[in-house]
């Protein structure tokens, strides 16, 4: 693996923290660094943030740097990138690790190219070989995975997908140092202005954000029958989603619908209800982290791409399902 | 208002794709190709800038001759005029790469707004625009929502962008500027035949990529998912199935 | 001048438009071609082996411009199948011999004539559907695109386009088989007076790579019998392209007596005869697709010119089934549509009486030769296999005279029978293992469909009370069967009983549903332009 020798940590995990509060993601990253071996370094950077540092100095991390400075106090990528770029420039790892948040998207290709590289993106695995290193990323929607193999000198900014490394894979070691590493950025080259985050009341619903969902397909016979669906919904805190033909009779709104002519998700959970699993809505959300299917034919082809199956009648599934939620 | 728009051509959605004899890439040259989603809706958000404020929508793509496709539909549907920077490799190529065709073609012009897609449906790095950006040296934001029709009052461009877990943000910049778009900005029009016919009579330059920088990364393999789990059938009456899937998902998957 | 529809038929006529008259004096004509797929040439599904006689009639110098024929024609066979066996004709009878014709891919065929008709300076618009004539009084001025941005309701959504009049001096109607507005033109002139009916066959097609070695490229394969009974005309082929590539498909006429019977299940059960499976063992299904084909022949062909347009093509009829080809056909009407219509504009009258030079051209000409001597072919085949084979020899050796002539026919939704009060003779259905047999959406997925979901069906069902009520008892509703991309379901209805349910974004413009319904309540209108089928190398 091309990486510089020095006695600084090769491997940088870029945190991220919002109002002081770490974003849990960090530490699927710092699970990332781990297992790539090598000694680890996580920097954290904005305003009142020693919480978030402290908070990151349990993980088993040689170092946690931190970065204080009033001008990055709300996020911006001027400010980000002008910060991140000088506390690169002085660590020289050979690594930069970032989660694949909208964040990340919004400063880190900018910082990589400031730091003479290009960011590889939305990664969803990494492994040591012989040739060195190897991240794995999806392409084409998911339809393939591509072997990326980083060339020229580093250091190689890569972001990781959310979920592709488990945060409680993260190894925490007790009490890493916490570094303050002196950064300035000049307030006055940072040249958007954000304004306050808010929260729209929805009107379409994204189902791509959703981490859950639970999808109902013809096996649910009728429109009378949905409640049952969204009781469980409601108990697994998911979105209600749906295949084709349930969208088509009108009985959810086609912005629900599921497969090559709705969306395409990949939520932590997907719950398939009487769904057939045709081509056109596996497309769809076969790239959903954890699949659960319940049909009541065990041939159907869901079951192809299911972790969990059960074979049987959705009528009687269900309920129990939601009773057993209760417990 | 002079807007550069960059699109991108790529395999159509859902084209039964198959990976080549080189295992470096697919076998695109049967395909079936089209207007990179977000470009579109970048594209259209560009048309209507420019319905309100004037000026001149240029549309950019970077790629092999093939990309006369798009350019042409991009005419078609409104743009001014072209600039195609011809190259073989982009396709495979990083992001890196793809952003300083793009930027090459777009030095020399000074555009106050840069409009790129979100992401593309093929390699889908999600950082051409960032990239681009930071190589025009524009200003930035990503993944907008919306464009403020009177800016923040101040002569700089308003913007909302999109953050996760339905929150939004609205930020201002001076211009010139660039922005990537997300899918769902506005509703996309038809070409229409006389867009078709005009788009005929526009200017289309073609500019070589003669420097193209060395890749910061290369393909070594493409290959098909493997699903690596076993479907674990629950068995038993409902409630016991019931329970025991519960467990699974709270203890094994930790989906819950 | 304006064509609708951009097949060899339509490109032909366009080309041949505007390079006819260049040179010192006349200017070409202005050319428009409407084509509803989005882009030339991807709504082209043949088999195909070509003929390449009216290419170069077309463009003699077909050769050095890159059209895409390269691969001729090296070995021919043809067998009869059992259910396990093969049996190889001794000889391969004379229209099949295809020495001197090309293997192809008619939608690669199709998409460099288009550049080549757009070099020559006609304006193809691809993505725009004609969705009705235009006339006054009873002469054709023209036609009008269909609207877009419509939502399933029928409101117009923000994007809303309407529909645009194109208004020519003479409209030549390539829409292909069935094509919708010669079928509305046929209808109020009742051009096919005194013809006899059209017959139809679908043809269901697959893409395939193989592995090296199984077939060389040039290699054709032709198969009747199984999996079909006597009585049923139709059978497969095989075309082998280079590298690998290989056309498969399946012709069933569509003219059979058996409501359960599904020409894809037909399709899926001939692949898994062993001569078909030992060639595709080990490749991959890559592409998918289904179009119908006239088969009525020169009796069936009804009177192509009226008052400012003309019918070329497959929507004329301009096919010859004995040999399975109409491309060459489709683009001969072309030309001499094309002539015709020149000759026209030059005296300034495109009325039917100067139009029907078309006519005099089509009788003139190669069509008639090539098509009359086996007129009665398809008739024949209607009495099954066997007396169509004894026929089909006998016409040609007899130069196609007959005992009767025209033979009498019907058309093909009315030999269906009813249910009777056992099962179909259908046999069940074959396994699909999705390797070498697919089930209808998987196949649909290779076919490359997609539509705007959110739009009104364009599927016209007339009366959807007889679906559930007369339909059912009567054929057990074989739109659930003929249709190969699994457009019509019955469906539970709410208060018991069913119901038709049309998938209508699935559909790949096949047209087997306009024909084959018995009782003729199907209307294929044409979606929003540029949806239907991608389809590319087939
Ligand atoms: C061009 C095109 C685009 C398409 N786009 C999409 C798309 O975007 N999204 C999409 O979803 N589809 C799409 N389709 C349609 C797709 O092919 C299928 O028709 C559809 O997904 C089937 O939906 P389903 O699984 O709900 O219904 P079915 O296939 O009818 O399956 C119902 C299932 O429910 C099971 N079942 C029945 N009763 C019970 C019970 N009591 N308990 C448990 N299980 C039961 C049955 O065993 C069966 O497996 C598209 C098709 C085409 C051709
Ligand atoms: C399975 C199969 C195998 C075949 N094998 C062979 C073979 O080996 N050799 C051979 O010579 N022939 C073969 N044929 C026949 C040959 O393909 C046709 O005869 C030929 O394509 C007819 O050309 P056309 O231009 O008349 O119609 P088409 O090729 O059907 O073209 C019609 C065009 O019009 C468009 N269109 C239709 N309606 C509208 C509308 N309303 N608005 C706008 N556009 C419209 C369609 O999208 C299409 O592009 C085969 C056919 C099939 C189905
Ligand atoms: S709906 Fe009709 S035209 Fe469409 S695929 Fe089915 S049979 Fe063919």
Redesign the pocket.
């Given at each position: 693996m091309p990486m510089p020798s020095s006695d600084r940590a090769p491997v940088l995990v870029i945190a991220e923290q919002r109002a002081g509060n770490l974003n849990p993601v960090t530490w699927e990253t710092v699970a990332a660094a781990q297992a790539l071996g090598g000694a680890v370094a996580v920097a954290v950077a904005g305003t009142g943030i020693a919480g978030a540092a402290a908070e990151l100095a349990a993980a088993d991390v040689a170092e946690v740097l931190v970065l204080e400075d009033p001008a990055l106090e709300s996020y911006t990528p001027d400010g980000h990138i002008a910060a991140l770029a000088s506390l690169v420039e002085q660590e020289r790892p050979g690594l930069v690790l970032f989660p694949h948040t909208y964040q990340t998207r919004d400063y880190a290709p900018a910082l990589a190219n400031r730091l003479g590289g290009v960011l590889i993106p939305d990664c969803v695995g990494a492994e040591v070989r012989d040739a060195g290193l190897v991240l794995l990323r999806p392409m084409f929607q998911g339809k393939f995975v591509a072997e990326v193999a980083p060339a020229g000198p580093g250091p190689h900014c890569i972001s990781f997908q959310i979920g592709a490394w488990r945060a409680d894979a993260a190894a925490r070691g007790g009490a890493a140092a916490t570094r303050t590493v002196p950064v300035s950025v000049d307030g006055s080259t940072i040249r958007q202005r954000p304004e306050a985050p808010f929260q729209e009341a929805k009107q379409a619903v994204d189902l791509t954000q959703a981490e859950r969902i639970v999808a109902v397909g013809r096996g649910i016979k009728g429109q009378e029958h949905l409640p049952l669906v969204q009781e469980l919904a409601r108990a697994l805190g998911a979105e209600v989603a749906a295949s084709r033909p349930i969208c088509d009779s009108g009985w959810l709104p086609m912005d629900r619908q599921i497969g090559s002519s709705g969306q395409t998700v990949s939520p932590k959970l997907y719950v398939a209800l009487g769904i057939s699993g045709a081509i056109q809505h596996l497309v769809g959300m076969k790239g959903s982290r954890t699949i659960v299917a319940v049909n009541k034919d065990a041939d159907a082809p869901i079951f192809e791409v299911a972790d969990y199956g059960i074979v049987g009648d959705l009528f009687e599934v269900v309920p129990a399902l939601v009773a057993a939620l209760g417990e | 208002m002079k807007i550069a728009v960059c699109i991108k051509q790529v395999v159509t959605r859902d084209w039964p794709l198959r990976i080549d004899e080189s295992a470096g890439w697919v076998r695109d040259g049967d395909a079936s190709f089209e207007m990179n989603e977000p470009d579109a809706y970048a594209l259209e958000e560009g048309l209507r800038l420019k319905e309100r404020h004037g000026g001149e929508v240029v549309v950019c793509s970077a790629g092999p001759a093939r990309v006369a496709q798009v350019i042409r539909e991009a005419l078609a549907r409104g743009a001014d005029r072209a600039i195609h920077v011809v190259s073989e490799d982009l396709p495979t190529a990083d992001a890196g790469v793809v952003a300083e065709a793009l930027a090459a073609a777009l030095r020399d012009e000074s555009f106050d707004l840069v409009l790129t897609g979100l992401q593309s449906d093929d390699q889908g790095f999600g950082e051409t625009g960032v990239i681009l950006a930071d190589r025009l040296g524009l200003p930035h934001a990503t993944i907008i929502m919306e464009i403020a029709a009177d800016g923040d009052g101040e002569g700089r461009i308003r913007v909302k962008r999109e953050l996760e877990g339905g929150w939004f943000q609205w930020l201002s910049m001076p211009t010139p500027a660039l922005l990537t778009i997300q899918s769902g900005i506005n509703q996309l029009r038809y070409a229409t035949l006389r867009g078709i016919m005009a788009a005929k009579r526009k200017e289309v330059r073609t500019v070589p990529f003669a420097s193209p920088p060395p890749s910061a990364w290369n393909i070594v393999a493409l290959r098909v998912p493997v699903k690596d789990k076993q479907t674990r059938f629950v068995d038993g009456p409902p409630e016991a199935a019931a329970a025991e899937l519960v467990r699974l998902l709270r203890d094994e998957a930790r989906a819950l | 001048m304006l064509i609708?529809?951009?097949?060899?038929?339509?490109l032909a006529a366009a080309y041949r438009l505007a390079t006819r008259h260049r040179g010192p004096g006349g200017d070409p004509p202005v050319v428009a071609v409407?084509?509803?797929?989005r882009e030339a040439g991807a709504?082209?599904?043949?088999?195909?082996?070509?003929?390449p006689s009216a290419l170069t009639d077309l463009m003699p110098d077909w050769r050095s411009r890159g059209a895409p024929v390269e691969v001729p024609v090296t070995e021919d066979r043809i067998y009869f199948l059992t259910e396990r066996r093969r049996i190889p004709f001794p000889v391969t009878p004379p229209p099949l011999r295809n020495h001197g014709n090309y293997v192809i891919s008619?939608n690669r065929l199709v998409r460099w004539l288009a550049g080549q008709v757009e070099a020559a300076g006609v304006d193809i618009f691809a993505g725009?559907?004609?969705?009705e004539l235009l006339y006054e009084g009873d002469r054709v001025v023209g036609v009008r695109t269909g609207d877009r941005g419509i939502d399933r309701e029928g409101n117009r959504k923000a994007t809303f386009e309407p529909g645009v009049d194109i208004r020519a001096q003479v409209t030549v109607l390539?829409?292909?088989?069935r094509?919708?507005?010669t079928k509305s033109l046929v209808e109020r002139f009742r051009l096919d007076g005194g013809r006899l009916p059209q017959v139809y066959a679908v043809?269901i097609?697959e893409l395939w790579d193989v592995p090296a070695g199984r077939l060389p490229a040039g290699a054709v394969i032709h198969t009747l019998g199984y999996p079909l009974p006597h009585e049923q005309f139709g059978g497969g082929f095989l075309y082998a392209l280079p590298d690998g590539a290989l056309s498969v498909?399946f012709?069933a006429g569509l003219d059979y007596r058996d409501p359960g019977f599904d020409p894809h299940s037909a399709f899926q059960r001939f692949k898994r005869h062993p001569l078909v499976a030992g060639l595709l063992a080990g490749g991959e299904m890559v592409r998918y697709g289904a179009?119908?084909?006239p088969e009525g022949g020169w009796h069936a062909i009804p009177r192509c010119h009226v008052d400012g347009a003309l019918i070329?093509?497959?929507?004329a009829g301009f096919?010859n089934s004995m040999r399975?080809?109409?491309?060459?056909?489709?683009m001969q009407s072309g030309i001499a549509a094309a002539d015709a219509a020149l000759d026209a504009l030059e005296a300034w009258d495109t009325s039917a009486e100067r139009l029907a030079r078309y006519a005099a051209l089509v009788e003139s000409g190669p069509i008639r030769r090539e098509l009359h001597p086996v007129r009665n072919v398809h008739q024949a085949f209607a009495g099954g296999l066997l007396p169509g084979l004894l026929y089909s020899g006998l016409s040609l050796v007899t130069g196609g005279w007959w005992i009767r002539d025209p033979m009498p026919a019907h058309p093909g939704h009315q030999r269906m029978q009813h249910v009777r009060g056992e099962r179909s003779a259908a046999p069940d259905a074959v396994p699909v293992d999705r390797r070498l047999t697919f089930d209808k959406l998987t196949n649909v997925h290779y076919s490359g469909t997609r539509h705007d979901e959110d739009q009104p069906s364009h599927l016209l069902v007339q009366d959807t009370d007889v679906c559930r009520t007369r339909c059912r008892e009567e054929y057990g509703n074989p739109c659930t069967r003929f249709c190969p991309a699994a457009v019509y379901e019955m469906v539970d209805a709410r208060g018991g009983g069913k119901r038709l349910q049309i998938n209508a974004s699935n559909c790949v413009?096949c047209k087997t549903c306009d024909i084959m319904d018995p009782y003729q309540i199907i209307d294929w209108v044409?979606p929003e332009g540029g949806g239907g089928p991608r389809y590319e190398g087939m």
């Open positions: - | - | 609708v529809g951009g097949g060899p038929a339509g409407l084509e509803k797929s709504h082209m599904l043949s088999g195909a082996v070509l003929d008619l725009f559907a004609g969705a390539a829409d292909g088989v094509g919708n507005l043809g097609k498909g012709v179009k119908a084909l070329v093509g497959d929507a096919l399975l080809k109409g491309i060459h056909l489709a413009h044409p």
